[in-house]
C-alpha cells in the first residue's frame, strides 16, 4: 500500500516545536521514541563559525543573508504574476528542458504526479515566507513536474565539513531556486498554474521525485545519485498543471553498488547512516538516524555533507565502468578500488585559503 510522507516527521520540522505546547505534547504521544533525540538539539541554530575570520566565512554569512531576501522575492514574484488568459504550449515538450539547462541545470525529468509525490501535511518549515502552514494538509493541484539537478561545486564539496562545502552547496540552493522561479513564472504567463520547489517551500519530498523523472536512484545515503554527477547535487522541481511527457527512471544497479562500497556508511562522521534497505512505495530508501545527523551539524557548524563527497559516482566513474558492472556486479570492487587509488577513503580538501 501506497503512502504520503508528512513533513512533520522531518527533524527539521519537529525540532521546531515548542516544548509545552499543545503541537509538542500532540506529537511525542504518538512518537515517543523521538522526544529525548529531539530535544537534545531543539533550539539550536546552525551558525556557521571557523577559528578565525575568513573570506569564505564572510562570503558564506553574506550569501545566507542574500538567500533569504532573494528566496522570498522570487516567491513575491511569482505570485504577482498574474495567470495568461490563454493558454499558450510551448512549441515541442524538450523546450522548458532546454531553457533552464541555458539557466544552470544539467539533468532534468518530467514527472506525472500522483499523491505519493506530495507531502500529507505541512511541516511548518515556510515561515521564511510568513507561512504559518504546519498541520495543513497539502493540496494537490498540480498534475505535472519538472525535477532538476544542479550540480555542488567539487572542489568545495570535497572540503567538507569545511565551511567551503556548505558556501558551495548554499551556492547550489540559491540557483535552484532562480531557476525554478523563473519557469515557474513562464507557466503562469502561458496560462498554466505552477510553483517552485525552495529550501523555503517544499510540496513533497523531492528525492523519489528525482528518481521517477529518470534522475538517478536513491542510494545508501538517501541521497539522489546521478551516474555521472554522483552526490554532488542538490534537486529543484517546479509543479505544473502543463501537460509534460514522462521520462522513466533511470537504474543504473545502484543497490548492488552501494552493499559492495559503502563509504558513505563508513565515512559518515556520526556514523548516522545504516546499510538496511526497505521498500517504500517502490522505491528503495536507506534507514538513518536524523538525530544523530543532525546533532553532527551542530558540532561541526555547518551542514556536514561528508557522505556526498565520498560517494564515487561524486568524483566520477567511467561510463563504461557503469555499463559493465550492470552486467558483473563483481566489477563493483574493482570501481572502488580504482576510486580509493585515486581519492582516497574520502577526497581530500584543497582549498585556496585556509578557514
Known amino acids: 500500500m501506497k503512502r504520503r510522507h508528512d513533513e512533520r516527521d522531518l527533524i527539521f520540522s519537529r525540532v521546531r516545536l515548542e516544548k509545552g505546547t499543545k503541537a509538542y505534547e ?3 504521544r504518538e512518537k515517543p521514541h523521538l522526544r529525548e533525540g529531539d530535544d537534545a538539539v531543539r533550539g539550536k541554530t546552525l551558525r556557521p563559525r571557523s577559528k578565525k575570520d575568513s573570506a569564505v566565512l564572510r562570503r558564506l554569512l553574506a550569501l545566507l ?30 523546450e522548458p528542458k532546454t531553457s533552464m539547462r541555458r539557466a544552470g541545470a544539467v539533468a ?24 504559518e502552514n504546519r498541520g495543513q494538509p ?11 539537478l544542479v550540480r555542488i561545486d567539487r572542489d568545495g564539496l570535497n572540503c567538507s565539513p569545511r565551511l567551503e562545502g556548505m558556501l ?46 529518470g534522475l538517478g536512484e536513491i542510494g545508501m545515503a538517501n541521497h ?16 505544473t498543471t502543463y501537460p509534460l511527457k514522462p521520462d522513466t527512471p533511470r537504474l543504473f544497479s545502484l543497490a548492488a553498488f552501494c ?23 517502490g522505491r528503495t530508501h536507506y534507514k538513518m538516524d536524523d538525530q544523530t545527523c543532525h546533532a553532527m551539524w551542530f558540532r561541526s557548524g555547518t551542514d556536514c555533507a561528508v557522505c556526498l563527497k565520498s560517494c564515487p559516482f561524486s568524483q566520477g566513474v567511467d561510463e563504461a565502468d557503469i555499463e559493465k558492472m550492470q552486467k558483473d556486479p563483481e566489477l563493483i570492487d574493482a570501481i572502488v578500488e580504482k576510486h580509493i587509488k585515486k581519492h582516497g577513503r574520502q577526497p581530500r580538501c584543497r582549498p585556496q585559503e585556509e578557514t
Open 26 to 28: 500532540d506529537y511525542y
Open 65 to 94: 543573508e542574500r538567500k533569504s531576501n532573494t528566496l522570498a522575492s522570487l516567491y513575491d514574484h511569482l505570485e504577482a504574476t498574474p495567470l495568461g488568459p490563454t493558454r499558450r504550449p510551448f512549441e515541442s515538450l524538450v
Open 108 to 131: 532534468l525529468g518530467y514527472v506525472e504526479l500522483n499523491e505519493t509525490h506530495y507531502y500529507s501535511h505541512h511541516g511548518g518549515l515556510s515561515t521564511a515566507l510568513g507561512l
Open 138 to 148: 497539502v493540496s494537490l493541484p498540480y498534475t505535472y513536474a519538472i525535477a532538476f
Open 168 to 213: 558551495a552547496t548554499e551556492e547550489a540552493y540559491l540557483t535552484i531556486a532562480s531557476i525554478g522561479a523563473a519557469m515557474a513564472i513562464e507557466f503562469k504567463k502561458r496560462g498554466y498554474e505552477s510553483v517552485f520547489a525552495s529550501e523555503a517551500y517544499y510540496p513533497g519530498p523531492l528525492v523519489p521525485l528525482g528518481m521517477d523523472a
Open 224 to 239: 539522489l545519485v546521478h551516474p555521472v554527477y554522483g552526490n554532488a547535487v542538490r534537486i529543484g522541481a517546479v509543479y
Open 259 to 281: 552493499k559492495r562500497c559503502a563509504l558513505c556508511l563508513m565515512n559518515c562522521p556520526s556514523k548516522s547512516i545504516k546499510p538496511h534497505p526497505r521498500i517504500v512505495n
